[in-house]
């Protein structure tokens, strides 16, 4: 009634007190309890606009369990085509998740009531990532809010980062070198390290401002990353986060993928091809990329038997990293289809975490013959020095070496003839 002072006033000093001046009075003060009775009703819980839903929480863990988890569960059979992924493997990131971020512990409200739990969060995180859906999709079977689905996704990818990218995001140790370089030798590239090729990622919540700058041959703003991957499907390196705009020789020219090379920290690479040595190993590319001696391309216009056969061999090893990402799309959709967060930080984080579970896959489903990590075969670590010494030399001499154009052509030479003395003849 404060809100209508001027009508009290003149109704308590005047001699002349109608009835009419009465009735607008208690008519102004009823719509006025009417419109705060709406305010209440419309506002819930602690939060203003936060409206409650009971959506079964505990209910919902029962029956996630019961059809998953169960020592008899109801979809048993269906666990690895949903998951993508086996149960153990699952359990084991549930387990490192839970113990690396409190938030995905399952606990209880200020009156007793229990919240999401861990096996809710996860399996909301992995719907999203593995199906590429919405994140209010969930919501039906896991139950599980919009905004809860988000925040457990934002956490479970960096988690995923934090616990298992040490181990199955590495650049190849002595042990691991060993085994790509065997695998090269009988496929007929000795040296051979992987093959390297970049993927586009489409960014739908790209802003406005930069969709010029993200936006190149695919006509719509995309995100890149380069990678590299083994026969095995593993991806040893992965750089992500460039604009779409730039091309893969742009991407090289920032990645660090030869970083450990050129600072002297990789593991040595020795191999002998058609009599002649080579230290340093190679990727299989295709043609865009540099004549550089860490490169082996294929011949756009091959003449005579050799160098058709060196070319057909070439361009059939280098869809390694064509099927990774085939694959790696496959397993998470999410990367397959438009990416709909607004910021770079999340889709990097999510990017990655992807890989590194589809690394994890490939290992627990065998690909890998002996990829067991315990840090014993990792490269040593190089203190830093601030002290122009001949190192800086050796620097400047392997950046080169890595650039150098006649050894990539004495390496292709080599190349060709070895193959064709293996398998041609």
Known sequence: ???????LEDILHSDENSDDEWDMLLAETKREEESRSKRRNKHRGSVPGHRIIRRGRVEGHERLYHDYFAPNCVYDAFFRRRFRMGRPLFLRIVNGVEQYDPYFVQTTDAIGNLGLSSLQKVTAAFRILTYGTPADSVDEYVRIGESTAIESLRRF?????AVFGDEYLRPPNNNDIARLLAIGEQRGFPGMLGSIDCMHWKWKNCPTAWQGMYTGHCHEP???????ASQDLWIWHAFFGLPGSLNDINVLERSPVFATLTEGRAPPVNYRINGH???MGYYLADGIYPNWSTFVKTIPCPQGLKRKHYAAAQESIRKDVERAFGVLQARFAIVRGPARFWDEETLAYIMKACIIMHNMIIEDEGATNDNDFDGSGENPIVQVSHVHTPEFVDFIQTHHQIRSNAS???LQSD???????RYGQ
Do not use: F
């Not at 009634?1 to 009508?7: A, F, L």
């Not at 990818?157 to 980062?161: E, G, R």
């Open 408 to 410: 990539h052509s004495q």
């Open 277 to 279: 040595d080579y230290t």
């Open 1 to 7: 009634m404060d809100r209508y002072p001027d009508i």
């Open 415 to 421: 190349l060709i003839e070895h193959l064709w003395q």
């Open 222 to 228: 995309t995100i890149i990353l380069e990678a590299v």
């Open 157 to 161: 990818v960096q988690a995923v980062i």
